[in-house]
């Protein structure tokens, strides 16, 4: 597999202005280089800017300090439009939540990513879409609706919808945190295996250690900055 860099932060840092005028700094200097066949796990517990370099690197949001670069391009001023174009693109999301659409079969929901494809992609995507479903597990469930499946069937149809563009990138925000032990577990190691099958890096975010500690590489978000984790430091 290609040891591609796709993602590089240096320095980066994020402040918020407080409605005094006063800046509350959120992020003060992440440093990160993610390259394709990663899995990267970041643990940092509540208020530590998790949710703000989630949005960093999938570009829903701007460093006010720093360098963000993705697959050595500098992305850090990027226009609203061109990030949109790298996140349909290139940057598949799977949240805690599933957030699923409501009155939409599972095949329905692995398909709408692809409503905004073009060529092949579009005029197939029912069929790529069945295909991500079996992938995952679920190739005989496609008709059914979110709401009469287990969560962890639910999670999968999300890791299906976020992998149906083949992103390059897959940002994983608390992907076990609405599920049992036991589904949580075989959902990670599900999406562990389906992304780097694809070739994508994987980045979830938590703040439980246990799925941190399925990554490959693993750090702790905290005063700002990310700090290298070893196997015995995350206990």
Do not use: C
Not at 15 to 27: Q, R
Not at 32 to 55: A, F, M, Y
Not at 125 to 143: C, E, H, P, Q, Y
């Amino acid at each position: 597999m290609s040891s591609e860099e796709l993602l590089r932060l240096t320095g980066v840092a994020r402040t918020v202005e407080l409605p005094d005028g006063e800046g509350l700094p959120i992020l003060t200097s992440v440093d990160l280089q993610v390259r394709r066949g990663d899995h990267v796990g970041i643990v940092g517990r509540s208020g530590t800017g998790k949710s703000t370099l989630l949005n960093l690197l999938g570009l829903l949001d701007r460093p006010t300090g720093g360098t963000l670069e993705w697959a050595g391009r500098n992305v850090t001023d990027i226009s609203g439009r061109q990030a949109a174009r790298i996140r349909g693109r290139d940057v598949g999301f799977v949240f805690q939540q599933f957030n699923l659409l409501p009155g939409r079969t599972a095949l329905e929901n692995v398909m709408a990513p692809l409503l905004y494809a073009s060529g092949r992609e579009f005029w197939q995507r029912r069929r790529i879409a069945a295909t991500m479903l079996d992938k995952v597990g679920l190739g005989d469930r496609l008709d059914a609706m979110p709401q009469f499946l287990s969560g962890g069937e639910q999670q999968r149809i999300a890791i299906a919808r976020a992998l149906v563009r083949t992103p390059s990138v897959v940002l994983a925000d608390e992907p076990t945190g609405a599920l049992d032990v036991e589904t949580g577990a075989m959902v990670m190691k599900l999406l562990d295996q389906a992304t780097y099958d694809s070739g994508a890096a994987l980045i979830t975010i938590t703040h439980d250690q246990n799925v941190a500690a399925l990554a490959r590489r693993r750090f702790r978000l905290a005063e700002g900055r990310l700090h290298p984790l070893t196997e015995g430091a995350m206990a």
